[in-house]
Nanobody, 119 residues
Framework: QVQLVESGGGLVQAGGSLRLSCAASGNIGSIVAMGWYRQAPGKQREFVATITRDGNTNYGESVKDRFTISRDNAKNTMYLQMRSLKPEDTAVYYC?????????????WGQGTQVTVSS
């Protein structure tokens, strides 16, 4: 089993920065990739960024060049550095891990952390 706990959300003015953290625990060795998703009120959950066990990254178009995903394997923690924040970045941000349960890739979700960007 893998457990994920996000932190670092809050209220920030447009143009500001925030860093989200996601601490993983449990069967860390089963995780093959981790990522961030977000969901704004009334909208579907949206892909933000992913990072594989090898360190390869991928970003959604709306955050590319503004957000940076990284991980500290020694701390079992993933980060999302968000810069040049816009009001449309306001959402609940969810940490995600893709873990192998046996041979089955299984998504695991954190509880979410609110990010609010004021104009």
């Amino acid at each position: 089993q893998v457990q994920l706990v996000e932190s670092g959300g809050g209220l920030v003015q447009a143009g500001g920065s925030l860093r989200l953290s996601c601490a993983a625990s449990g069967n860390i060795g089963s995780i093959v990739a981790m990522g961030w998703y977000r969901q704004a009120p009334g909208k579907q959950r949206e892909f933000v960024a992913t990072i594989t066990r090898d360190g390869n990254t991928n970003y959604g178009e709306s955050v590319k060049d503004r957000f940076t995903i990284s991980r500290d394997n020694a701390k079992n923690t993933m980060y999302l550095q968000m810069r040049s924040l816009k009001p449309e970045d306001t959402a609940v941000y969810y940490c995600n891990a893709l873990a192998l349960m046996g041979l089955v890739p299984t998504p695991v979700w954190g509880q979410g952390t609110q990010v609010t960007v004021s104009s």
